[in-house]
């Protein structure tokens, strides 16, 4: 594909020159004709690759990757799971969740770097942190938690924690 792009102002100087000279006679044929129509086969797709609107488009494949054009030149592009934040009492989440059999963590005001090895869920009973994902997580959202959110972190994520008032967490990893 770069070669023909590369050789497209080639052709249209030709096409634009033959044309100037004579228009009576001049017909492209064999493989000039079929590069022409290849060019303009290509150029139409890239137009309608902008044009064409995201929401028509079809949902993306199960799975960490689909392939999935935006007309910006992404052939196939990565959908993050998005850190879930339920607001529930310690009592909703004991029951729906079982917390109060789950180990404990805790920490001072501070900021830090973070990896997921597995996906954690957490229920936080005191403190206010915000988690901001980074590098191949960047395009997902940051949270902000406090005392009775339940937070599930995906595996792999990778982000920043900023803890403004002392945390401590039940937590489970799955």
Not at 14 to 26: E, F, G, K, L, P
Not at 27 to 33: D, H, I, M, T, V
Not at 88 to 101: N, P, R, T, V, W
Not at 157 to 168: F, G
Request: glycine share 8%; proline share 7%.
């Amino acid at each position: 594909a770069l070669q023909i792009l590369a050789t497209a102002p080639q052709l249209s100087t030709h096409a634009m020159a033959a044309s100037s000279v004579s228009t009576s006679n001049v017909r492209p044929r064999g493989p000039a004709l079929a590069i022409l129509l290849l060019v303009a086969a290509f150029t139409l797709h890239i137009v309608l690759g902008f044009l064409a609107p995201t929401a028509s488009r079809a949902p993306p494949a199960l799975g960490p990757t689909a392939s999935h054009g935006h007309g910006r030149g992404r052939v196939a592009m990565r959908f993050k799971t998005e850190i879930k934040v339920e607001r529930l009492s310690e009592s909703e989440a004991d029951k729906q969740y079982g917390i109060s059999s789950w180990p404990t963590w805790g920490c001072g005001v501070s900021k830090f770097d973070w990896e997921y090895s597995g996906t954690e869920t957490a229920y936080l009973l005191e403190g206010d942190v915000t988690v901001t994902p980074t590098g191949d997580w960047s395009d997902v959202p940051a949270v902000d938690l406090a005392a009775g959110d339940l937070a599930t972190f995906p595996d792999g994520m990778t982000c920043i924690w900023d803890v403004r008032q002392p945390l401590k967490k039940h937590y489970n990893f799955s």
